[in-house]
Each structure stands twice: as structure tokens, then as C-alpha cells.
């Protein structure tokens, strides 16, 4: 699924600062003899305060492990569902002062999710979790749900129960009291053709003539979002 013009997510961590002391040999400081030990050019030894250029720093941010699972978990999820991601490292861009001040106040942990468009936040490695960013990441459906009543002679629900459950589009079936029986749930792919009337193109001639069905009514929704995988 293509992202949302709309819908783009942040994804706040907080690396940590890492320095790393290295030596680093020159080539024209120490040179192999056959043996393959190493030598001072001139018989002394080899020196970094001779050559400040050999021995140094390298100042590096590292994330740990729970927030580093935390970003590939909204990196594989959130596109799937539309949703275009954003991620600020608050360590690296100094911003972390500014963002305690206002969007991320009274944030204890991170890393933060932040969904701007529907207010919502997941907040702490532990709570990314995938079905709590199903939960805060709805999704359009990209094919078509409907939903499906019938009332079926009492002595025949099982038989027309397990006929049901072999259609592809029958995703669900539930048994209901009232004026119907049975309750399904459809599903038709996003595929050219598809549209209301083949819905009930389907249940007229499939599902009504099913030995058992005596009558049904579907309801076919306009727009749908879903918290449940794709």
C-alpha cells in the first residue's frame, strides 16, 4: 500500500553518545621487515606524540537494542499501512530540550510514537508491540468487506454453515439469536469488477441457494478502516 499524502508518522529515539579512541598506523611511520615484525624507520620506536596524526577519537550514537527493535517493527508495519515515517534522533539534533517543552512533553521513555492526525502515542519499547501499532495505525481497506444475514432452517445450520465456510469470500460465519441465524463476514479482493453489485451477484447465486438458506440481507459498507492485520 502507498502512503497517505496525509499520514506520516515521527518516531522519536534518543541514541546514546558513544567515543571511541583508535590508533591508526601511518605508512611512512613503520615499515614490515621479512619477518613481518614492525620497525621504526630510524631504529626507534614508533611514537603517536610524534605524529598527533596516528591516535585520535571518533564520536559515534548508538541505539540500544529495544529501541533499534522498536524502529524496525514501525519500519516494516507503518508503510504496509499507508503511513509514511519520520524518525528524529533527539540525541543527535540537540532538540531534546525544545520537544520536552511541547511535543513530547511528559514523555519518560522512549522511544515515541507519534501519530499526529488521530492524536495518538505509543510510548516505551516495551509497548511496541505489533498489535499495538495495528491498534494506533488503522488502515484503509484496499478491498471490498460486506456483511452477511441469513436465516436457515433450524435443522440444517451446521450443514449450511460448513457449505458456507468453503467459499474463499466467506471469511467468517457466526451463530446469532434473533430474526437471523447466521451472520457472515465477506471479503472480496481489489480487483477490476468488483462492486456492490457483484457482492450480491455472489449471494444471490451462491449463498441463497445453498439448501437451507431461506432468506438473507447484506450490508455493503462505503468506506472501511481496519485495526487488523492487512
Request: net charge negative; charged share 20%; proline share 6%.
Amino acid at each position: 500500500m502507498q502512503p497517505h499524502p496525509h499520514r506520516e508518522v515521527t518516531l522519536y529515539v534518543r541514541s546514546k553518545k558513544t567515543v571511541t579512541s583508535f590508533y591508526r598506523a601511518s605508512p611512512v611511520s613503520a615499515e614490515a621487515t621479512s619477518g613481518g615484525s614492525v620497525v621504526a624507520p630510524s631504529g626507534g620506536a614508533p611514537s603517536a606524540g610524534a605524529n598527533p596524526d596516528l591516535a585520535g577519537t571518533e564520536t559515534g550514537f548508538m541505539l540500544s537494542d529495544d529501541q533499534a527493535h522498536a524502529v524496525a517493527l514501525v519500519q516494516e508495519i507503518a508503510p504496509h499501512r499507508g503511513y509514511a515515517v519520520k524518525i528524529v534522533d533527539v540525541a543527535r539534533t540537540n532538540l531534546l530540550r525544545q520537544l520536552m517543552d511541547g511535543t513530547l512533553r511528559g514523555v519518560e521513555h522512549f522511544p515515541v510514537l507519534d501519530v499526529e492526525h488521530t492524536r495518538r502515542r505509543l510510548e516505551g519499547a516495551e509497548n511496541f508491540t505489533w498489535q499495538n501499532l495495528l491498534n494506533v495505525l488503522p488502515a484503509e481497506l484496499g478491498h471490498l468487506r460486506a456483511f452477511t444475514y441469513l436465516k436457515v432452517k433450524a435443522v440444517e445450520t451446521e450443514q449450511v454453515r460448513v457449505q458456507l465456510i468453503a467459499f474463499d469470500e466467506v471469511k467468517e460465519t457466526h451463530l446469532v439469536a434473533g430474526d437471523w441465524d447466521l451472520f457472515l463476514v465477506l471479503d472480496f479482493a481489489n480487483v477490476p469488477g468488483t462492486s456492490k453489485r457483484a457482492v450480491l451477484d455472489f449471494v444471490i447465486n451462491k449463498i441463497s441457494r445453498i439448501p437451507g438458506v431461506e432468506d438473507t440481507s447484506t450490508l455493503i459498507p462505503e468506506y472501511s478502516v481496519t485495526k487488523f492485520p492487512l
